[in-house]
């Protein structure tokens, strides 16, 4: 009989371990929304906040909904075999009320906010606003700027409290593009210019991504939006519609030819240089850029010595193939690539 109830007992307490193992799990989902992942719910410019501010309502009015049902349950199972008597009528009465009055009128309240806020984010900028256009491809971002020569990747600078116009294209298939903390998703449509806008109330760094599934390296198809002062965006335009940084030493001259007589030429672009490819990206300023690959790696030397040389290993299906450098000429290759700023 001891040995039955020990059984018993230790089967009761292998019962009670899910529970206690659902929310440990659930507490580890919530440690990882932190850090600096990006969130609708930490908005820092004017589309986000307006979309914020409305999943906010439809949240308390969940809430506030909940507890009112909560509290009719309670009340229903505490005078459930009470002597109180109903009057005639007054069931129909309640149901009316709270079931068809109620949530008619927080369901139209909610639509109004909805529609508001719907032609807020459709409101297009001025005519003189910045203007971006930014070219889809699997898997990065190409950004030019209306008027300049310069083109950057996986990076888009903006400067602060002002809006500015985005047009949208895609090079091959379907991509959406979404900056959670400025404003919501807008889908790239092969043969249409889609446009949105970004604002920022304030300085920083935002993460934006591609939300539409695209690909195998779908995940790797990430963006930065540098939000910046006038003055510090106006010296970054002039910086990208200029020629590239000439190099300075010898190992960045010796570079650079390998750079412009190799295989990187046919591909990508370097300002002032021989190298004016278009399949990859311009490779201009690379080295300022806070990625390689979209997202996929930090950019260093390591880094990018290991994608130069074989960026499948990295990046398994983008369009780069390996590279044939010679060893030698690798260390003097990224050296060139990294000054370029």
């Not at 899910?18 to 850090?35: F, T």
């Not at 993460?207 to 970054?236: I, K, P």
């Not at 591909?267 to 300022?288: E, K, N």
Request: aromatic letters at 8%.
């Amino acid at each position: 009989m001891e040995t039955t109830a020990e059984t018993t007992s230790s089967a009761g307490r292998g019962r009670r371990r899910p529970p206690a193992l659902a929310a440990l799990s659930g507490l580890l989902l919530l440690a990882g929304c932190g850090g600096s992942a990006p969130s609708a719910l930490n908005p820092a410019g004017t589309g986000a906040i307006r979309v914020s501010g409305l999943w906010w309502l439809l949240f308390w009015i969940s809430m506030a909904v909940f507890a009112e049902v909560m509290a009719v349950l309670l009340w229903a199972l505490v005078f459930r075999r009470g002597t109180a008597r109903v009057r005639h009528g007054q069931p129909l009465r309640f149901v009316t009320v709270t079931g068809a009055a109620v949530p008619f009128v927080i369901l139209v309240a909610v639509y109004g906010v909805g529609l508001r806020d719907l032609a807020a984010l459709g409101d297009p900028p001025d005519r003189d606003a910045p203007t971006v256009e930014v070219t889809g491809h699997k898997w990065w971002w190409e950004v030019r700027y209306e008027g300049g020569s310069g083109a950057t990747a996986n990076e888009i600078h903006i400067p602060v409290g002002e809006r500015v116009r985005v047009r949208l294209r895609t090079d091959d298939v379907l991509h959406s593009f979404w900056v959670p903390q400025l404003m919501p998703k807008t889908d790239l449509i092969a043969g249409e210019t889609r446009e949105t806008w970004l604002q920022a109330e304030r300085a920083g760094r935002y993460r934006g991504q591609c939300a539409e599934y695209c690909g195998t390296q779908h995940a790797h198809m990430a963006f930065l939006v540098v939000a910046e002062s006038r003055a510090e965006y106006d010296a970054w335009r002039a910086r990208l519609d200029a020629p590239a940084r000439q190099p300075q030493t010898e190992a960045e001259r010796r570079g650079q030819q390998a750079f412009v007589q190799g295989t990187c030429a046919a591909c990508h672009a370097v300002r002032g240089t021989g190298a004016q490819g278009r399949v990859g990206p311009d490779l201009s300023t690379v080295g300022s850029r806070w990625s390689i690959g979209a997202g996929a790696v930090p950019n260093d030397a390591g880094h990018l010595g290991g994608w130069i040389a074989n960026s499948q290993t990295v990046k398994p299906g983008n369009a780069m193939p390996p590279q044939p450098v010679d060893a030698a000429q690798l260390p003097d290759l990224i050296a060139y690539l990294r000054s370029l700023r």
